[in-house]
Antibody, heavy 125, light 107 residues
């Protein structure tokens, strides 16, 4: 079964750190780019970061740049998000998601086709 | 950054109805637009990618269309399981962005 399972969420004080993990199974993890997306409970979705299959290309949302670091270990089928200098506004459910890239003779596109169940991060004193 | 404006934000409909949700981009994103369905407490589920390609396993009553920078998600013959919140997302440029969501409720 194709699956992503996040872990590492929890309660942390402002200024603290947390490391999220996302373990992939059922597909060739090393061939896919991956995303982190977050969602404040009751609010919309926010893209956080992306990493290419070889870790060569990495992107961050401005809201987390300089504080969060995305990484991956293809030998362990795992994706990570190191979150430092956490703020109250980082409180959210964090999802990892696989990036599907589609190309045909007439069109092309990409999307997040597999999502984990999410892990809650709460930043509060 | 590319902005996606979804309309309406809320939609009330009945089983068997046909509904359409619109997502407008403020610049060209080609066909790099996807649609997701999310139910409370669950992760989003991919419905449509490349603006109009149905994801495997998604019922054919869902369809997507592109007209320039305007994208639509149409659901025909609404079923009880379809009531949820729907998001569009562009992956043409970084930062990736999502629409603000459309909550589809049972009338």
């Amino acid at each position: 079964e194709v699956q992503l399972v996040e872990s590492g969420g929890g309660l942390v004080k402002p200024g603290g750190s947390l490391r999220l993990s996302c373990e992939a199974s059922g597909f060739s993890f090393s061939t896919y780019s991956m995303n982190w997306v977050r969602q404040v409970p009751g609010k919309g979705l926010e893209w956080v970061s992306s990493i290419s299959s070889t870790s060569r290309f990495i992107q961050y949302a401005d809201s987390v740049k300089g504080r969060f670091t995305i990484s991956r270990d293809n030998t362990k089928n795992s994706l990570f998000l190191q979150m430092n200098s956490l703020r109250a506004e980082d409180t959210a459910v964090y999802y990892c998601a696989r990036i599907l890239v589609y190309m045909s003779s007439t069109t092309s596109g990409s999307a997040l086709d597999i999502w984990g169940q999410g892990t809650m991060v709460t930043v509060s004193s | 950054d590319i902005q996606l404006t979804q309309s309406p934000s809320f939609l009330s409909a009945s089983v068997g109805d046909r509904v359409t949700i619109t997502c407008r981009a403020n610049q060209d994103i080609s066909s790099y637009l996807a649609w997701y369905q999310q139910k409370p407490g669950k992760a989003p589920r991919l419905l449509i990618y490349a603006a109009s390609t149905l994801q495997s396993g998604v019922p054919s009553r869902f369809s997507g269309r592109r007209s320039g920078t305007e994208f639509t998600l149409t659901i025909n013959n609404l079923q009880p399981d379809d009531f949820a919140t729907f998001y569009c997302q562009q992956l043409n440029n970084y930062p990736q962005t999502f629409g603000q969501g459309t909550k589809l409720e049972l009338k």
